[in-house]
Each structure stands twice: as C-alpha cells, then as structure tokens.
C-alpha cells in the first residue's frame, strides 16, 4: 500500500512512522509512506497557504490554490482509491473504515490546520473525511498519524501473529477480555482458575462472556 499525506507540519509525522509496527511495515515493503510539504506548493516569494475568511471571523482558512496544485501533482504519479481529509467535522473513525482502507493500494492523507480548508477543497476532490474523536486537535497530523497505524497494522504480513489483529478488541465490535500471564499468584492476587484449566473451548466461552460483559459495562453503545 502507498499513503502520500500532504501537511503543512511535516516534521510532526516523522517519529510515529519510524517506530515499531509502521516501520516494519516499510521495511518489509508493506506500506510506502510519503510526507508531502504543502508549503512547498505556497503562493507568491512568502510562499502563503492560508488567508482570513469571506464573511469574516476569527482564523485563518487553507486556500484553494496550493492543495489543489499539490494533489494535481500526485494525481499525475498515481490514481488514488481514497482522498481523504482528517477533520474533526466529519464521520468518526471506526474499526470497519481501518478494514475497508487496508485494502486499497494508493491512499492520500490531506491534514487541516488554523480553520480548515476552504470548503471547495472538500466538494472538489475529497472522497472521504475522516475525525478520530470528539475533541479538538491542533492540527489533523495526530490524527492521520493514529489512522494510518489502525490501518497498516492491518495489511496481511504485517503483524507476525496474523491471529492477533483478528482478535482485537472492536474487530466483532466487542472489547477484548482481559489477558494474564505469570505469575499466576501476584501478592494474593490470583489469575481466574479457568485460563490454568487447559479446557480450550470451556475457556474460549469464557473469554466471550468476559468481551460481552466487559462491552456492557464499559461500552454499551456498541451492542445497540
Ligand atoms: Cl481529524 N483533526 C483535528 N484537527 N482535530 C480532530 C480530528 C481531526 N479528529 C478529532 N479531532
């Protein structure tokens, strides 16, 4: 898979893709993933990307100019399945959607900054938006950070253990039952005597009344 994200603070992208997981991801040519200055696109010798609002108000929108001429330069290299702007003003991110996009092959990250983009950046060439939560970041790099490790994570060789992305917590849209390892008696405090058993199915039934308990209590929401 290739990600090509476009960002006016690339700097802010540069550790989370060089850890763990992701970095296994390109080291093993799994994932492409390109950080795309949009800066570099700025109009005029300030090289500008953002001006004050028609109608008025407080904070500086993303003009139309640099972003389109950014993703009309990488159009030029490759088709994408999905262009996707993260902003808090759109459809929250969800285990199905890191499904859906770990199966794609080209991917393009636009993250917002100040205001927003101008809203004709949305209707012209955004396929997709995308918000990690109720809350307000500074910037979308944060949040095109947490997609992009929920759905390379998710690419097939990725994960050595392929049983354990399955297995996640949200991927039967339950949360995960709790897990222990030794010792089985910490300060009195003992692991349930069911997982010692080695009765597999009695404790694969545990462990779904456990997720499904767990669920109900912590998450309601998720079994509507
Ligand atoms: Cl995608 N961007 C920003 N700036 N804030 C957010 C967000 C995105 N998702 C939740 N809060």
Redesign the pocket.
Known sequence: MRIDIISVAPDLLESPFNHSIIKRAKEKGLAEIVIHDLRAFGLGNYKQIDDTQFGGGAGMVMMIEPIANCIRKLQEERDYDEIIY???D?PTLNQSTANTLSLKENILILT?HYKGVDHRIRTLFITKE????D??????EL?AAVLVDAVVRLIPGVIGDEQSALTDSFQDNLLSPPVYTRPSNFEGSKVPEILLSGNFPKIEDWRSDQAYERTQQIRPDLLK
């Open positions: 993260m902003t808090p759109a917002g995308i918000s990690i939560g809350y307000v970041l500074t910037g979308g949040a």
